[in-house]
């Protein structure tokens, strides 16, 4: 034990006595309690707290355990992703005001499981609107020196990221954008051009990405209908079988400047076929997505231990809910 150790009640007095508070601190950070709360219901039991140092010591200690687990459980799933691989890679800020931290996390498509992930400090990115590159280009080098091999990336929207972080790592990998968050995207910008029709165009993205993701002519055929469906000219639809079957004729009124604009947002992503004609989600994550909520909730703000809890978050995805005593008994042995 160092001299200075924040204030842990551990030098100071039998250990057999200290695991009880030990114990009682461990629950609380496992099931994602920050000091704040286990104050108020020590004091509402009637119970004397220990002080907001000891509580942070606590998971002091704790982080080299937790990443330890963390870096075993990717190892062991990276052991089973041998080829080239499709991965996700997703960043995300801190869901709180003021965020200061983004994790990049990588998932395996295949796999479905996750297998790195790393966070980034604002003060490191220097600004906001870089915090992404920042934070992928250290996530594909730290990929790329453990020798995992990528040829396809996976994102939410095309951005610099991939031309900036991965192509230097990774020169023949080929970029793919999210075809849900793509849908999503072409549903927005027809609503703006015309109110009620971007539902529709959402569904026929995702439709003919699921006939013809084997067959790009095709795909990109049918990308090209949309401009004389909406003139209500259904030949090509009809031939091509895109049209819808419970169709009503009806005119959609559209002007030629809203034809035009039709016209170009389907040509943009016809245009890019490589990354748009396939049906790959991002989606993975969701499961993740919730126990982040959890473990690093928008509620609370962590300047400091933001990747502890959410790295706490990744050991439930990897493990189970077995992380917590697998987690419990490393920091306790290291105590007796
Ligand atoms: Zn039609």
Redesign the pocket.
């Known amino acids: 034990m160092t001299k200075n150790n924040g204030g842990s009640p551990f030098i100071y007095a039998k250990p057999k006595r200290l695991l009880v508070p030990a114990k009682t601190a461990l629950s609380f950070i496992f099931s994602a309690c920050s000091y704040a709360k286990y104050h108020d219901v020590m004091v509402a039991a009637n119970k004397f707290p220990y002080s907001e140092p000891w509580f942070f010591n606590i998971i002091h200690e704790l982080t080299p355990i937790v990443d330890h687990f963390l870096k075993l459980g990717f190892n062991v799933i990276r052991s089973q992703a041998t080829g080239k691989r499709k991965v996700i890679y997703d960043f995300s800020w801190e869901h709180s005001r003021n965020a200061k931290w983004g994790s990049g996390v990588v998932w395996d498509y295949d796999l479905h499981k996750p297998i790195f992930i790393l966070h980034t400090h604002l003060r490191e990115a220097k600004s906001s609107t870089n915090m992404e590159i920042v934070n992928a280009t250290k996530v594909f080098k730290a990929l790329k020196e453990i020798d995992l091999k990528i040829k396809t990336v996976i994102k939410d929207s095309h951005t610099s990221t991939f031309e900036q972080a991965v192509l230097p790592c990774y020169p023949n990998a080929s970029e793919i954008v999210c075809m849900g968050h793509m849908a999503q995207n072409i549903k927005k910008q027809i609503e703006k051009i015309k109110k009620g029709l971007g539902a529709g165009a959402r569904r026929y993205y995702m439709d003919i990405c699921a006939r013809f993701n084997d067959n790009i002519t095709q795909w990109k055929k049918a990308m090209t ?1 949309p401009s ?2 909406y003139r ?3 030949t ?3 031939q091509l079988g ?3 079957k419970k ?1 009503r004729p009806r005119s959609y009124r559209l002007n030629n400047l809203q034809l035009a604009k039709i016209d170009t947002v389907f040509k943009s992503v016809a245009a890019k076929p490589r990354q748009n004609c396939h049906t790959m989600k991002t989606s993975l994550d969701e499961s993740f997505f919730h126990k982040k909520a959890k473990w690093a909730s928008k509620y609370s703000h962590h300047p400091k231990t933001y990747p502890f809890w959410v790295n706490l978050a990744m050991l439930d995805e990897i493990y189970g809910p077995k992380w917590i005593q697998i987690v419990e008994n490393a920091y306790l042995f290291q105590k007796k």
Do not use: A, K
Request: net charge positive.
């Open positions: 209908v004389s469906h209500n000219i259904h090509r639809c009809r895109t049209h819808p169709w």
